[in-house]
């Protein structure tokens, strides 16, 4: 099997298709009014906006913009509009600015120089904002996580990872940005560089340490079960930069799964 970008190529339409009416069928079966999500201007929320809009018509879908002081920026806030605005999505801004500082007080060992403890915090306290309102709305919350970060483990648990159902999760990063075209979302907002956006200036990419192109086609391989070797000399890759993303997919297992238990037998 030759690891190009070309195996990575799907029947975008026909997944477009698939997606929507995976869409309308859960939130039918839930007896909910539609669904909310998280619309932070990056391709992966755009491309959830887009499905859930065609899927159960715009009336039917919220996006929430949750800006932080610390990580707002105009151009995030910009992109998020283009996509209600192409969508006809309704939306409501929520400042968790003055919540997160709370937040931060109330923990006795809080921490302002641990980066990711606080990130983290971020991320989770979003998702009290998206249940909150799935909540008092009787909504699905949607969520916009794909394959290759979830993989990869890079989300925060109980928080960006956390969801009612996740229909882009089955899609590699580089396919939910072809998907995100055949949605007509501009490409500047289908090819933008990825951030979880809590720190300023955060890189999915340079946190990652690879490319979503290299990134993608390795996992493949992984899945195919190809050896080590093989990946690493088609895609012209160090055998290490193989190993690590295998590493990674070992160690961040305990992210994909419900809380285990002890089978007792009583």
């Given amino acids: 099997m030759k690891l190009t970008p070309s ?43 887009a499905l859930c809009s065609k899927a159960l018509g715009s009336k039917n879908v919220l996006a929430l913009v949750l800006p932080e002081e610390e990580t707002k920026t ?10 209600t605005k192409q969508f006809n999505i309704e939306t409501q801004t929520v400042d968790m600015t003055h919540a997160l500082k709370e937040l931060y007080n109330t923990i006795p ?15 989770r306290t979003r ?12 909504k699905i919350v949607c969520g916009s996580s794909n394959k290759s970060e979830t993989l990869m483990g890079y989300f925060t648990k109980w928080g960006d990872g956390a969801a009612d159902m996740s229909p882009i999760k089955d899609l590699y990063k580089t396919q939910v940005r072809k998907l995100a075209i055949t949605l007509g ?6 090819l933008k560089p990825a951030t ?6 955060q890189s999915a990419e340079g946190e990652l340490g690879i490319k ?3 990134l993608d086609l390795i996992l493949y391989g992984l899945e195919k079960f190809m050896p080590t070797d093989e990946i690493a000399s088609q895609l012209n890759v160090e055998h290490r930069t193989i190993e690590a993303v ?11 799964q419900l809380p285990i238990t002890v089978k007792l037998g009583v």
Avoid at 185 to 190: D, F, H, Y
Avoid at 196 to 201: I, K, M, T
């Fill in 127 to 138: 998702m009290i904002v998206l249940y909150y309102y799935a909540n008092k709305l009787n």
């Fill in 196 to 201: 979880p956006a809590l720190w300023p200036n």
């Fill in 74 to 83: 105009q151009k995030d806030i910009d992109d998020a509009e283009t996509i």
């Fill in 246 to 256: 295998k590493n990674r997919l070992l160690y961040n297992e305990h992210k994909r």
């Fill in 185 to 190: 979302i501009t490409e500047t907002i289908a």
């Fill in 7 to 49: 195996v990575l190529n799907l029947d975008f339409p026909k997944i477009e298709t698939r997606i929507i009416r995976f869409i309308k069928e859960y939130v039918t079966n839930s007896q909910a009014k539609g669904v909310v999500l998280g619309l932070s201007g990056g391709v992966d929320s755009a491309t959830i906006a």
């Fill in 212 to 214: 979503y192109e290299t």
């Fill in 109 to 123: 060992i809080y921490d302002q120089k641990n980066q990711i403890c606080k990130g983290n915090i971020k991320a």
